[in-house]
């Protein structure tokens, strides 16, 4: 990528993508209106062969009672996302199955009520399950890509993942707080994996007349979070690795995904900044599955708003995915009048000063932040590597320049941990080459260099 | 300072040298084992304990001190006769079949080894059949499960009753957790204890390994 779709922070906003996304059903992202994007997920059971039948009706259900709830409330858009447990992806049909029973829903609310509703499907990297893993050879990729086909094929409107490549040097490298194993698993064999991944997805995405979407960088930078949100990890290190994701998860737009991203992809503002796609965020309404400290800011520039993903159990007012349903609706609600009123800007900036100084990550995206993150790593060049440290290097001077400024307040230890990473970062090789040379062996074991291209 | 105060200063910083360096000073000087591993190492991990607890210190830094003590034990560990050489006791970890969340299962498994058990981690997606086979071949005093799945916590119940029919049930202690599990969950499935994290979890086996 040589330049900026954007030409300021300025001109991000809510509900506004350069490049709008249309699904088959005519249902477009990014042109003008905030959609809701809701996920659920199965209460304590079983995947169990013999229960998929009870699977099925619960699933049938589940979409019923969120289609039923825009209905009621005169939401005339939504978009349900299927995210595969490990079984859905592992036996493809069960996940093609489940994916074909949604879409019958979904398109019976078409019929009767003019509801439009895209169909995301999230499938599963089941590449994990071995260390270390096999990216390229073996069954389970080969497995991946033919659940893709099916669902694609069964009536998924979009595809995503949540791909894991360089997680078998992140998982260690978060918890002893290794900056260059970090720097190696996103700069290094994340976007490799990715431009191999995404390539394979798109094709089939072409073939089957379906959007790819995008990918997340969860795996590494909301696993962060959450160490972080449990006192394991410093919240500055949680920071500088959300920026350092986002070459790695920008890999996949320049490859073909078109968006909507995927909704826990926090680096997305910055995909946005560079490329124009739609993007899909979560924010205090996923709390349902983790915490956060990006509740309001997160939604500051989305395109989709999502819940992550809850369970289906039962409230006081109805089942949990109807009630989050109902919450996205009302937000967006808020974010599509703000649109129509003229006064999107000022909800936009509300909710970016309702958290910005919250927590060192929240300020990072702040959507000044993310452009400027944007521009950093174009400037970088087409290098993956360059781009993540030149990246984390701006992260790092953006909380060093809070701190100094007193606009963010952090604890002694946190800020013991914002100047060892800064040395860090300051002394790293500029060049991949180098870089992989002085890490290698240290890495060796870990991970299959054939299965990235590297030797 | 005297030597096993600068030990457990070296080990408090995490400098792995440094305790090396240390602990050999402190044999050197004719200190018997036994204490430089109760007033040295051991005082030291207690505070660094008590640091992580605080929130004075966070993994990395833990897991730097453990690292620590470990290269201190090696030199004492030929020295120290009876119990206090030897680990803690042995815990089998695994991620139950069909999860593959392993970050959790890993903190718990590096914060054990801090506190001197041997672990064992069998990984994730891991099947009852495996389980079982590793509690008859590492006879561990606890073991772990975790799932971060609602899909797949159930597992553990399976597992458990294969622990039973295999009549092995109970030579093991077993414990659980992950972010869908909880205590009353825990005892539905009859496992011995359920933590809510990882230092939890050291204090859990520590109890249920005394009583
Ligand atoms: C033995 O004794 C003990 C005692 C204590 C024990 C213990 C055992 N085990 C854990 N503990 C405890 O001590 C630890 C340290 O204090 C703690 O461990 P935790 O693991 O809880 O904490 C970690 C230190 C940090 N926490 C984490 O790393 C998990 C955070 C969340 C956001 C999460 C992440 C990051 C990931 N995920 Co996953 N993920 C989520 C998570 C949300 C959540 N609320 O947990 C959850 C659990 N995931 C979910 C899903 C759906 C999935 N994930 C998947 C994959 C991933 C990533 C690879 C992207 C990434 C991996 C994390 C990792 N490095 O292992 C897929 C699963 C594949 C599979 N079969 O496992 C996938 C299916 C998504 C997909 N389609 O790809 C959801 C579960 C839904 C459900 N049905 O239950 C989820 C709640 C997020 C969501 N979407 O809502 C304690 O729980």
Redesign the pocket.
């Known amino acids: 990528m040589e330049e900026m779709l954007y030409s300021s922070a300025h001109e991000m906003i809510f509900g506004f993508a350069k490049k709008p996304v249309t699904v088959a059903n005519g249902l477009t992202f990014g042109k003008g209106k905030v959609v809701p994007e809701v ?1 659920f ?2 209460p304590p059971m079983d995947l169990a062969h013999e229960n998929v039948p009870e699977i099925r009706e619960r699933f049938k259900d589940i979409a019923h009672r969120i289609m039923e709830r825009c209905v009621e409330l005169q939401q005339e858009e939504v978009v349900i996302e299927f ?7 592992e036996r493809p049909d069960f996940g093609a199955q489940l994916t074909k029973d949604l879409k019958e829903v979904i398109e019976k609310y078409r019929q009767s009520h003019g509801t439009k509703a895209a169909l995301r499907v ?5 590449r ?2 071995t260390r270390p893993p096999r990216m390229r050879s073996g069954k389970e990729i080969e497995t991946m890509l033919r659940s893709f086909e099916l669902c694609a094929d069964a009536g998924a409107d979009i595809l995503s ?4 490549g360089g ?1 078998e040097i ?2 260690n490298a ?1 918890m002893i707080g290794d900056v260059e194993g970090l720097l190696f698993a996103l700069g290094v064999l994340g976007p490799r994996d990715m431009d191999f991944l995404w390539r394979e997805i798109v094709s089939i995405a072409r073939r089957y007349d379906v959007v790819p979407g995008g990918d ?1 960088a ?3 930078a ?2 962060a ?3 972080a ?2 006192g ?1 990890l410093p919240k500055v290190l949680a920071a500088v690795v959300r920026l350092m994701s986002a070459p790695r998860s920008l890999a996949a737009v320049e490859v073909g995904a078109v968006g909507p991203l995927k909704d ?1 992809g926090y680096e997305n503002p910055v995909i946005k900044a560079i490329t124009g796609v739609p993007i899909s965020m979560e924010g205090k309404t ?1 709390a ?4 956060s400290p990006l509740g309001n800011i997160a939604a500051a520039v989305c395109d989709l708003w999502s819940n ?4 289906d159990v039962k409230l006081l007012s109805g089942n949990t995915p109807e009630v989050f349903t109902e919450m996205l609706i009302y937000d967006c609600r808020l974010m599509n009048t703000a649109i129509e009123e003229g006064r999107a800007e000022i909800l936009r900036d509300l909710m970016v000063d309702s958290d910005r100084f919250l927590d060192p990550q929240a300020l990072i995206l702040d959507p000044k932040v993310m452009y400027e993150a944007a521009r950093v790593i174009v400037n970088a060049g087409e290098d993956k590597f360059k781009q993540a440290v030149a990246v984390s290097r701006y992260a790092h001077g953006v909380v060093k320049e809070a701190e100094a400024t007193n606009k963010i307040r952090l604890r002694g230890v946190e800020a013991k941990w914002l100047e060892k990473i800064g040395k860090i970062l300051e002394h790293l090789p500029e060049e991949e080459e180098e870089f992989y040379a002085s890490v290698k062996a240290r890495y060796e074991g870990h991970f299959i260099p054939e299965e990235y291209g590297l030797n | 300072m005297g030597t096993l105060e600068k030990l457990r200063d070296a080990l408090i910083e995490g400098k792995v040298e440094e305790v090396k360096h240390y602990t050999q000073q402190a044999l050197d000087e004719n200190t018997p084992a036994k204490t430089i591993l109760d007033q040295g190492l051991i005082a030291g991990m207690d505070v660094v304990g008590v640091r992580f607890k605080e929130g004075e210190y966070f993994l990395p830094e833990v897991l730097l001190c453990a690292k620590a003590m470990h290269a201190g034990l090696d030199l004492l560990k030929p020295l120290l006769v009876g119990e206090s050489g030897q680990s803690a006791g042995t815990v089998v ?1 695994g ?1 139950v079949k ?11 498994k590096a ?1 054990l080894e801090g506190a001197g058990y041997e672990v064992i981690d069998i990984g ?2 891991v099947d009852a059949e495996k389980f079982v086979e590793s509690v008859r071949k590492h006879k561990p005093l ?12 159930r597992y553990m119940k399976t597992v458990i009753d294969a622990l039973q029919n295999e009549g092995i049930r109970d030579k093991v202690k077993i ?7 909880n205590e009353e969950f825990a005892k539905s499935v009859g496992a011995d204890g ?8 050291v204090d ?1 086996v520590k109890r249920l390994t005394a009583a």
């Open positions: 996920n997920t199965l995210e595969h447990l490990f079984d859905m992806t999230t499938v599963a990297d089941i994990d399950r993942i949540e791909s894991t997680k992140s998982d978060l997340t969860c795996g590494f909301n696993t979070m959450q160490l949100h449990q394991l826990c996923s349902c599955a983790h915490s992550e993903s809850v369970q | 970890l991620t069909g999860d593959l969340h392993d970050i959790g299962k890993r903190i718990v914060m994730v997606d606890v073991l772990g499960m975790s799932a971060l799945l609602t899909t797949t916590m414990i659980v957790g992950g972010a869908p599990v359920y933590a809510p994290n990882a230092s939890e979890a859990l």
